[in-house]
């Protein structure tokens, strides 16, 4: 089939595409019982099930994984001297984060200024549309060995599918593995995902007294907990906003796609006005440098609160670790950091959270090389290499599973998708354009792999 036939199969089956998300997006699959019902998350795992299977993927199966979540997985068998390609997903979502802060409804996919609204329209289920449009445009055509695995938890972040792929690696082994969370630069900018930032999460808790005191009596001598925890934090961010946690270096450099300032304002809803914090680029300091953020504070509110002096306050602090710094050495220097940065010899106190190491993806072979020409020839343009300062700790799996296949990173979620975030959305001709570089990829990887 020629790039145009395909191209024009492809937008036919748009419409369907839009059906397929309208379905998808009904079902509020969040993996956690007290935010969604449990039946809501196997109701989109029983969709999934029979929406590969009307695509031709055979033995379509739902597996149970270590934290309660259900992995699909399925294959299209090709010529038995043909390549193997993992396609990735996942099925769960993010809250909705209060109905009230959508502008549409949150399970209704609504069409609003040339696009799609809804959770998970982009995030991950505009992907999964990605995936069944593509093999729907090359049905009957594939060339190939094809595997899929989609996650029922990754939003979680709990881990499943991070137990089930060293159990199940025959399963799921290929040559290449397109792990379709990600997204271009830009709508319209091809792009390819190259490194993820890695993650350190501490929560540090500070004691000073026995119990709150009245601030009018012994305020001034006797040692606030809140101030404390103040101090401390203050000292994790330098004037410019550069992350300063001892041990770290926070002078890396990111030789890929520029990422302006103007737009990365736009992007990050930065209120007029206001700064960006660093001294290095933006592309520096979000792909490729650590980046600490107070995730959240336990002291009194506002409303509520008394004269008092705070005896007991606590922060979940976020690190993000770049390619080439070791994330378990970084959560050790992100505690001592803070132990010697404490004043009055309070009491602190610490629990280690979540650890996840950086990833860095394949950037040669055969499988780049074609997808490279893939998007180049879907989008009419150069494709560029960002990263990512998101982590996905299964990408480090994959990669220690299965040591010889080419990992790369792509989808339909661009920064306007505002994933995680209230009013969710996807540009349509995204999923367009990226199921022809997929159905492009398939068509063309199986014979390039036999050429060597």
Known sequence: MTDEALAQRVRTLMPQAKSDLTEMVSFRSVHDPEQSPPEQCQGMVDWLLEAFTAVGV????????????????????????????????????????????????????????????????????GNIAMHLTALRALAGDI??????????????????????????????????????????????????????????????????????????MFGGAAPDALAALI??????????????????????????????????????????????????????????????????IDCPPVVGSSASIVPRARARLNLRVPPGMDSQYAQDALITHLQQAAPWNVRVGFDREAVGSPFVGSTEGIGYDTLVDSMQTAYGTDVLLQ?????????????????????????????????????????????????????LFLRDYARRFRQG
């Not at 939003?155 to 792929?165: A, K, P, S």
């Not at 296949?405 to 505002?418: F, N, S």
């Open 387 to 439: 990263g990512q300062g998101g982590s996905i700790p299964l990408c480090n799996v994959f990669q220690s599973t299965f040591a010889d296949a080419e990992i790369m990173l792509m989808g339909v979620e661009e920064p306007q998708c505002l994933i995680h975030a209230p009013n969710e959305s996807v540009d349509p001709t995204e999923i367009e354009h990226m199921a022809l570089v997929e159905a």
């Open 231 to 296: 101090a401390m934090l203050a000292t994790l961010r330098d004037a410019d906003g550069n992350t300063t946690v001892a041990g770290l270096d926070n002078t890396q450099v990111w030789s890929g796609v520029d990422y302006p300032a103007q737009q990365f304002r736009t992007d990050a809803t930065v209120l007029d006005g206001v700064d960006l914090v660093g001294s290095g680029s933006v592309s520096e300091m979000v792909w490729a440098r650590p980046a600490l953020t107070v995730l959240g």
């Open 58 to 125: 055979a033995d379509a199966a739902e597996h149970e994984t270590s934290d309660g979540s259900k992995a699909v997985t399925g294959h299209i068998d090709g010529p038995d001297d043909a390549p193997t390609v993992l396609l990735y997903f996942h099925h769960d979502v993010q809250p909705p984060l209060g109905d009230d802060e959508w502008d549409s409804p949150v399970w209704e996919l609504t069409e609003r200024s040339g696009r799609w609204y809804g959770r998970g329209a982009a995030d991950c289920k």
């Open 143 to 216: 060339p190939l060995n094809i595997k899929i695995i989609g996650e029922g938890s990754e939003e979680q972040g709990t881990g499943g599918l991070e137990d089930f792929v060293p159990k199940n690696a025959d399963l799921l082994r290929a040559d290449t593995i397109l792990v379709c969370d990600s997204g271009n630069f830009a709508v319209g900018k091809p792009s390819l995902t190259t490194t993820l930032r890695g993650i350190a999460n501490v929560v540090v808790t500070v004691e000073t007294l026995g119990s709150a005191m009245h601030s009018g």
